[in-house]
């Protein structure tokens, strides 16, 4: 089995920052990549960034491009999505998800085995 734990969302005004961490148990500590998603109210689940944790390419959505960053710390088996310069079309759901073997695409959830509860981040105007 496998665990993910996600900490660090709340309410913050447009133009603020927020780091969110997701932690990994069991199987999914040792990913072959890990993705965060977002899902707002009445929408569906989008794309939000993805590791591919052995060689540490990144990707993220163009929404979020220049904006959120990933970084990690292995030791602690624990992944973090940076979010700066936030809009209040930011506001979401966030959740991070993780897949221990190989597949091509990145960005779709049904890639991912694992998923964290999610952490509400919402983001005032």
């Known amino acids: 089995q496998g665990q993910l734990v996600e900490s660090g969302g709340g309410l913050v005004q447009a133009g603020g920052s927020l780091r969110l961490s997701c932690t990994a148990s069991g199987r999914a500590v040792s990913p072959y990549m890990i993705g965060w998603f977002r899902q707002a109210s009445g929408k569906e689940r989008e794309f939000v960034a993805a590791i591919r944790w052995s060689g540490g390419n990144t990707y993220s959505a163009d929404s979020v491009k220049g904006r959120f960053t990933l970084s990690r710390n292995d030791p602690k088996n624990t992944l973090y999505l940076q979010l700066n310069s936030l809009k209040p079309e930011d506001t979401a759901v966030y959740y991070c998800?993780?897949?221990?073997?190989?597949?091509?695409?990145?960005?779709?959830?049904?890639?991912?085995?694992?998923w964290g509860q999610g952490t509400q981040v919402t983001v005032s105007s």
């Open positions: 998800a993780a897949r221990t073997t190989y597949y091509p695409n990145y960005d779709e959830p049904r890639a991912y085995s694992y």
